[in-house]
T-cell receptor
Framework: DARVTQTPRDKVTEMGQEVTMRCQPI?????VFWYRQTMMQGLELLAYFRNRAPLDDSGMPKDRFSAEMPDATLATLKIQPSEPRDSAVYFC???????????FGPGTRLLVL | GENVEQHPSTLSVQEGDSAVIKCTYSDSASNYFPWYKQELGKGPQLIIDIRSNVGEKKDQRIAVTLNKTAKHFSLHITETQPEDSAVYFCAASPNNFNKFYFGSGTKLNVKP
């Protein structure tokens, strides 16, 4: 049963620390999305990639967030420095590219104190 | 850009009754409309989707209808069961590299 995996599942850190979240997309999927979910804003698209190339990162605060795909099996989302307002659940999703469907991972729950 | 509105924000039904969740979208270029179910502590799970060349799609107890003229689409769940309790999200996608615009979610509570 192919699925998107994310690590860590939970992260508690202090303000100013660097946070790195990792995602393994479903094997063979060539589109990868990063979302942030909060009670106030709902599901927000932060960035997405096709064939490892960034297509749109307009949803990310550029000064502190960065997203990369070092290879086809790994996507990373980094926050440096982290702030309390970054506390949220971060989801990664992947898609096969030949259709619009996106499959979500279980999420990383981030708490910045 | 696209704007998706979803109603109601909460919905409580008795087990066995039907539930309907409605969404409207603004961009006539949107042509793909998925519905996701999110259980507590989990990621959204795709439950059904519809493309703009189809007016209705059904999968067992779940159906989705689309009215392109009015720019709205709805999720219908029949014979609801307690395990249907979750938050449901609609989304719309213009033909724009799979970018989704999500509704704000509907918390469905099915009372036994």
């Amino acid at each position: 049963d192919a699925r998107v995996t994310q690590t860590p599942r939970d992260k508690v850190t202090e303000m100013g620390q660097e946070v790195t979240m990792r995602c393994q997309p479903i094997l063979g999927h060539n589109t990868v999305f990063w979302y942030r979910q909060t009670m106030m804003q709902g599901l927000e698209l932060l960035a997405y990639f096709r064939n490892r190339a960034p297509l749109d990162d307009s949803g990310m605060p550029k000064d502190r967030f960065s997203a990369e795909m070092p290879d086809a099996t790994l996507a990373t989302l980094k926050i440096q420095p982290s702030e309390p307002r970054d506390s949220a659940v971060y989801f990664c999703a992947s898609g096969p590219g030949y259709s619009e469907t996106q499959y979500f991972g279980p999420g990383t729950r981030l708490l910045v104190l | 850009g696209e704007n998706v509105e979803q109603h109601p924000s909460t919905l409580s039904v008795q087990e066995g009754d039907s539930a309907v969740i409605k969404c409207t979208y603004s961009d006539s270029a949107s042509n793909y409309f998925p519905w996701y179910k999110q259980e507590l502590g989990k990621g959204p799970q795709l439950i059904i989707d519809i493309r703009s060349n189809v007016g209705e799609k059904k999968d067992q107890r779940i159906a989705v209808t689309l009215n392109k003229t009015a720019k709205h689409f709805s999720l219908h769940i029949t014979e609801t069961q307690p395990e249907d309790s979750a938050v449901y999200f609609c989304a719309a996608s213009p033909n724009n590299f799979n970018k989704f615009y999500f509704g704000s979610g509907t918390k469905l509570n099915v009372k036994p």
